[in-house]
């Protein structure tokens, strides 16, 4: 199972209310194009003190992921995909290949890095959370590992 992860925020003077209504409405449209897709408001994005969202979008295996980013812009669903994309400012990516859990878009996360010098079986044993996903390619500043919580403050779902 892997995510895809999307960081992003809106452009200065863009709505809020708005850019979330885009947002959702891009996530609806994904239909069966995703195993599941969410996204969150984040008062911190895990990588810098700025605000933002996070979309999470899970597809079975690495060719799936070609099929999604087209799937973004197809006829059906560029318009919406378009309309958020058109308020956005600036974004940043990850690829995360699910470790251990629940193959669902975590309500919570805690953002860490294995220590250094630490392997990575005894890091990930000694991890008791929900799920853990592991980054596996980055595309902007993706922090290296997400562990699931049941809630964290400032994280609100958007979507769905």
Known sequence: MLA???WHRPAAG???????????????????????????????????????????Y??????????????????????????????AAEGWG??????????????GARWQAKPRGESYESFLESQSAPSVWQRQMVLGPAPEFCLAEERTPGRDRVWP
């Open 14 to 56: 863009i709505d809020r209310g708005e850019y979330e209504a885009r947002l959702s409405a891009f996530h609806q449209a994904l239909g069966d194009a995703v195993l599941a897709s969410a996204a969150y408001r984040l008062e911190r994005l895990p990588f810098t003190e700025t605000d933002g969202f996070e979309d999470w």
């Open 94 to 107: 990850g690829v995360y290949a699910l470790v251990s859990g629940e193959p669902l878009p975590p309500e």
């Open 4 to 6: 895809y992860l999307f």
């Open 58 to 87: 899970l597809v079975e295996e690495w060719g799936r992921l070609g099929e999604l980013n087209a799937a973004a812009v197809d006829e059906t669903r560029g318009p919406p995909h378009d309309g958020v994309a058109s308020l």
